[in-house]
């Protein structure tokens, strides 16, 4: 573990996911011929919301203080564990801890959605619990994918192993599954089942406020990036070396900022396109993803036989 | 029985037990009968012979007979007749008996009259308060004429509610009175099994500013179009139009053409403002932004055009007794006419890909049912009832203003789901574009502005509106001395809203919310918000207490 990088990623983390937050909303706003936000406003948003007091429901207690930390901690140990600016990740853990991460923090939203006590809160978490359920399988299977052709369970490697091969057909069609994915794991319409403003009022968030909600809303967004800085692996199916840059020779800077951006858009062409899933609709979805998914892993298990095994 | 093949056969089999009967004008009859007989009287004028409930008035005339009033207003919408049932009760008496097990839409209006003139509904299933605060004293009725209109009664200091429980174990999930998918307070309690709606209760009132009470305290006849337009933020005009209309039936007034033209204008170019903030609001419900963002843009040129022929962005301040205030100039009906154009233009290609996207119209489709029956039973109006396969639509039924003259369809969708009602809310939006085009391109010329010299006393009149969500009544007794003696406003989401409970059983938690926005409520025209502020300072919400008690089980 490289602690300069390791605080160099953290910050990079907690910086840039708002900026990509505002981005997408940015886009959104322009997708549906609004002039929208400055880039900066989700920025502004979180400031305003650290500057408040902490308002806690009396049903809420201890462990409604606890929950909003622990999911920005768990997002930022998600993030750190996939390489960004770097090819090494600045801790090591590879692709298993990465799936530990994002279920935990999927259920941590759900445990902060019960602990508020508030009927929306318990619903929103029910949903949540749902929602991981029958996404997390999708992500698991594809990020298998990656693994089987990449010979490795650890990001670097796959890294290594991928790029100079031949076009990897089968991981073009995980990555589309892994990009829905993200979709349905950042929350965000025709995911916003457990958060659903118009139904739930902000769901798990319901009762919290001020400096927590801060905490919460920021762990989701740092959670977002960290998906979405996985998402750069898969594009190797179509550019050889493109998790290194050596295509444009330049350091993995371009290749990674690159690709979060194309991420934020596709987010918010899907936001901008759909209304919110019910959650039958999105159980459907998962259903065929994971059928997919399932089906480009074992072609890949049948035709890379000197993988994983 | 077969329904009489014209009105006057169809009031010779009401006469019935009727005490007696009177024409008040064309197509406009009272039958005074015995309260005792109301039950029967209006269970088969009700049920056998189909007609539509419109709306119930009770009124204090104490001063002038030492008994209460009771108007029972029904409709027969194939041969455009209101028939007006008058019971009295007598003061030291003060009960009524309760219709609710024949008529099932009566529900409320027995309540209201409860809660303002505390005559008791016997046989009502549940005469709990509609729209006085929970902590209102007993004794204590606002539209009884010894009530003075600025009295603020002490609170109780109690809010106890009574509201439903079920003997089911199942969670409470409140909705309301404050919530993101509504714009206006309104209490639902849902009874949710897992995600699905087993039962649900409904409080209201927390918007209720007792407009009628001002106005028949402290107005006059030209002032009432100003607050009756207030009533609400979207429909405004066709309560300022239904008022004035049940005025001009009692005075007797020919109204110039262009003026009613001109009225016909505004109240469909309110209907297309309406519609499309609708569908923008659904939108919205089911996630949907960009469909929101873009109705209200193409939305915007509408409010341009209202601004330019009223001086408003909203249809306010146009009309007035006798015609209305402003003519509309050659320049201006040139541009509309291009604006209309542009509108319908736009609109057409927008609802082409909403209504082609998957996801949208799959939320929509199959929730919310409402059964043909059902629509029936309760009276409902408006986009509600044509979901519904009701073909009732006033502007056709009972023709007012220009619309003898215009063509146009009335849209009717069988299926009784959301989808079909935001179908049918669709299509109006073309038909009342057409509407205007047309009538702009045809007005006669010639004044916009009549006067009245007398509006007799103690009179009825009747004011009958489509608006956007539905049939608007509006009921008065003319006064002395310029001044209404009751004014009763009976909003379209009066009527609508109480079959919510149908709606909503069956359906997920996640569907509520464009189930009750596909009523299109209007909270503060059902309850006749006004801006001017008169018993608000005993309006109370909810309290935490209980808004949680039985949450947590």
């Known amino acids: 573990m490289n602690l300069a990088l390791l605080v160099l990623n953290l910050v990079l983390a907690v910086l840039l996911a708002p900026i990509l937050d505002g981005?997408?909303?940015?886009?959104?706003?322009?997708?549906?011929?609004?002039?929208?936000?400055?880039i900066l406003q989700t920025w502004y948003d979180l400031l305003k919301l650290f500057r408040k007091?902490?308002?806690?429901?009396?049903?809420?207690?201890?462990?409604?203080?606890?929950?909003?930390?622990?999911?920005?901690?768990?997002?930022?140990?998600?993030?750190?564990?996939?390489?960004?600016?770097?090819?090494?990740?600045?801790?090591?853990?590879?692709?298993?801890?990465?799936?530990?991460?994002?279920?935990?923090?999927?259920?941590?939203l759900a445990i902060a959605g019960s602990v508020s006590g508030n009927p929306y809160g318990i619903v929103g978490g029910s949903r949540e619990v749902i929602l991981a359920t029958i996404v997390e399988p999708?992500?698991?299977?594809?990020?298998?994918?990656?693994?089987?052709?990449?010979?490795?369970?650890?990001?670097?490697?796959?890294?290594?192993?991928?790029?100079?091969?031949?076009?990897?057909?089968?991981?073009?069609?995980?990555?589309?599954?892994?990009?829905?994915?993200?979709?349905?794991?950042?929350?965000?319409?025709?995911?916003?089942?457990?958060?659903?403003?118009?139904?739930?009022?902000?769901?798990?968030?319901?009762?919290?406020?001020?400096?927590?909600?801060?905490?919460?809303?920021?762990?989701?967004?740092?959670?977002?990036?960290?998906?979405?800085?996985?998402?750069?692996?898969?594009?190797?199916?179509?550019?050889?070396?493109?998790?290194?840059?050596?295509?444009?020779?330049?350091?993995?800077?371009?290749?990674?900022?690159?690709?979060?951006?194309?991420?934020?858009?596709?987010?918010?062409?899907?936001?901008?396109?759909?209304?919110?899933?019910?959650?039958?609709?999105?159980?459907?979805?998962?259903?065929?993803?994971?059928?997919?998914?399932?089906?480009?892993?074992?072609?890949?298990?049948?035709?890379?036989?000197?993988?994983?095994? | 029985?077969?329904?009489?093949?014209?009105?006057?056969?169809?009031?010779?089999?009401?006469?019935?037990?009727?005490?007696?009967?009177?024409?008040i004008r064309e197509k406009m009859?009272?039958?005074?009968?015995?309260?005792?007989?109301?039950?029967?009287?209006?269970?088969?004028?009700?049920?056998?012979?189909?007609?539509?409930?419109?709306?119930?008035?009770?009124?204090?005339?104490?001063?002038?007979?030492?008994?209460?009033?009771?108007?029972?207003?029904?409709?027969?919408?194939?041969?455009?007749?209101?028939?007006?049932?008058?019971?009295?009760?007598?003061?030291?008496?003060?009960?009524?008996?309760?219709?609710?097990?024949?008529?099932?839409?009566?529900?409320?209006?027995?309540?209201?009259?409860?809660?303002?003139?505390?005559?008791?509904?016997?046989?009502?299933?549940?005469?709990?308060?509609?729209?006085?605060?929970?902590?209102?004293?007993?004794?204590?009725?606002?539209?009884?004429?010894?009530?003075?209109?600025?009295?603020?009664?002490?609170?109780?200091?109690?809010?106890?509610?009574?509201?439903?429980?079920?003997?089911?174990?199942?969670?409470?999930?409140?909705?309301?009175?404050?919530?993101f998918a509504m714009d206006e307070p309104m209490h639902f309690r849902f009874f949710v099994d897992g995600e699905r709606i087993v039962d649900t209760d409904f409080r209201g009132g927390f918007n209720y500013r007792g407009v009628e009470k001002l106005a028949e305290a402290k107005l006059d006849y030209a002032k009432i179009p100003f607050i009756a337009e207030r009533i609400c933020g979207i429909c405004g005009f066709t309560h300022s139009e239904c008022f004035v209309q049940a005025i001009e039936g009692v005075a007797e007034v020919d109204i110039p053409e262009r003026a009613k033209w001109i009225r016909t204008i505004l109240l469909?170019?309110?209907?297309?403002?309406?519609?499309?903030?609708?569908?923008?609001?659904?939108?919205?419900?089911?996630?949907?932004?960009s469909g929101f963002m873009q109705f209200w843009r193409v939305r915007e040129k509408i409010m341009l055009l209202a601004e330019m022929l009223t001086g408003n962005r909203k249809t306010y301040g146009m009309i007035t007794l006798g015609g209305v205030r402003r003519d509309i100039s050659e320049d201006k009906r040139k541009e509309s006419l291009r604006l209309i154009s542009e509108v319908t233009r736009e609109y057409k290609e927008l609802i082409e890909s909403v209504t082609s996207l998957q996801t949208f119209v799959g939320r929509l489709k199959g929730v919310g049912l409402l059964s043909k029956e059902d629509a029936r039973r309760y009276s409902v109006v408006g986009p509600v009832?044509?979901?519904?396969?009701?073909?009732?639509d006033v502007r056709r039924d009972y023709p007012y203003e220009a619309y003898s003259h215009l063509d146009f369809d009335i849209p009717v969708a069988s299926e009784g789901d959301v989808l079909a009602r935001t179908i049918v809310r669709a299509h109006e939006v073309l038909e009342a574009l057409s509407i205007i085009e047309q009538a702009l391109s045809s007005i006669p010329n010639g004044p916009v502005q009549s006067y009245l010299n007398y509006i007799p006393a103690e009179k009825i009149g009747v004011g009958l509106v489509e608006a956007p969500r539905g049939t608007d009544v509006h009921f008065?007794?003319?006064?002395?001395?310029?001044?209404?003696?009751?004014?009763?406003?009976?909003?379209?989401?009066y009527a609508n809203l109480q079959v919510a409970r149908i709606m909503l059983i069956g359906h997920t938690l996640a569907d509520a919310p464009v189930i009750i926005g596909s009523i299109d409520p209007c909270i503060s025209c059902m309850e006749r918000a006004t801006v001017i502020d008169v018993n608000s300072g005993n309006e109370r919400t909810f309290s935490r207490k209980a808004c949680w008690q039985g949450e947590m089980k």
């Open chain 1, 23 to 38: 981005l997408r909303r940015k886009l959104t706003a322009r997708l549906q011929n609004r002039v929208g936000p400055p």
């Open chain 1, 53 to 108: 007091e902490t308002l806690l429901p009396e049903t809420g207690g201890f462990l409604a203080m606890i929950v909003p930390v622990t999911t920005f901690t768990v997002s930022l140990s998600m993030f750190a564990v996939v390489p960004t600016i770097t090819v090494e990740p600045p801790m090591e853990g590879g692709i298993i801890v990465f799936i530990h991460l994002a279920v935990l923090s999927a259920f941590l």
């Open chain 1, 138 to 309: 999708s992500i698991i299977v594809s990020l298998t994918n990656l693994a089987v052709l990449g010979r490795s369970m650890f990001f670097e490697e796959i890294t290594e192993n991928i790029q100079t091969g031949d076009l990897y057909p089968w991981l073009a069609v995980a990555m589309i599954v892994y990009f829905v994915c993200i979709i349905a794991e950042g929350g965000r319409i025709p995911f916003d089942i457990p958060e659903a403003e118009s139904e739930l009022t902000g769901g798990p968030m319901v009762e919290f406020s001020g400096k927590l909600l801060a905490f919460m809303k920021l762990g989701e967004l740092v959670r977002a990036i960290a998906l979405y800085s996985v998402a750069r692996f898969f594009v190797n199916a179509f550019i050889p070396s493109y998790v290194i840059g050596d295509w444009l020779s330049f350091a993995p800077l371009l290749p990674y900022f690159l690709t979060m951006v194309i991420c934020t858009l596709v987010v918010s062409l899907a936001e901008s396109m759909n209304a919110r899933f019910r959650l039958f609709e999105a159980t459907k979805l998962s259903g065929y993803l994971l059928v997919v998914s399932s089906v480009t892993l074992i072609l890949s298990l049948l035709t890379n036989s000197g993988g994983l095994m």
């Open chain 2, 1 to 23: 029985m077969a329904l009489p093949d014209s009105v006057e056969q169809l009031i010779e089999v009401l006469k019935g037990k009727a005490l007696k009967c009177t024409r």
């Open chain 2, 29 to 179: 009859w009272m039958l005074e009968v015995k309260k005792e007989d109301l039950p029967h009287a209006l269970d088969h004028a009700y049920n056998n012979l189909n007609g539509q409930f419109m709306t119930m008035v009770g009124t204090d005339d104490r001063s002038e007979a030492n008994d209460f009033l009771l108007d029972y207003i029904l409709g027969w919408h194939e041969k455009g007749a209101v028939v007006i049932f008058r019971a009295r009760v007598r003061t030291e008496d003060g009960s009524f008996p309760s219709i609710t097990s024949h008529v099932a839409c009566a529900d409320w209006y027995e309540r209201e009259v409860k809660d303002f003139l505390g005559l008791n509904p016997v046989g009502h299933h549940r005469p709990t308060k509609l729209f006085l605060p929970d902590d209102w004293p007993e004794g204590s009725y606002p539209l009884r004429r010894d009530y003075t209109y600025d009295l603020r009664p002490p609170s109780t200091g109690k809010e106890d509610y009574p509201f439903s429980v079920l003997d089911k174990k199942v969670s409470v999930i409140p909705y309301g009175p404050y919530h």
């Open chain 2, 268 to 289: 469909e170019i309110e209907r297309v403002h309406s519609h499309l903030l609708w569908l923008g609001v659904a939108s919205h419900l089911v996630g949907f932004d």
């Open chain 2, 385 to 392: 009832a044509r979901g519904s396969g009701v073909s009732a």
């Open chain 2, 476 to 493: 008065v007794i003319t006064g002395k001395d310029n001044t209404v003696y009751r004014w009763r406003v009976r909003a379209p989401t």
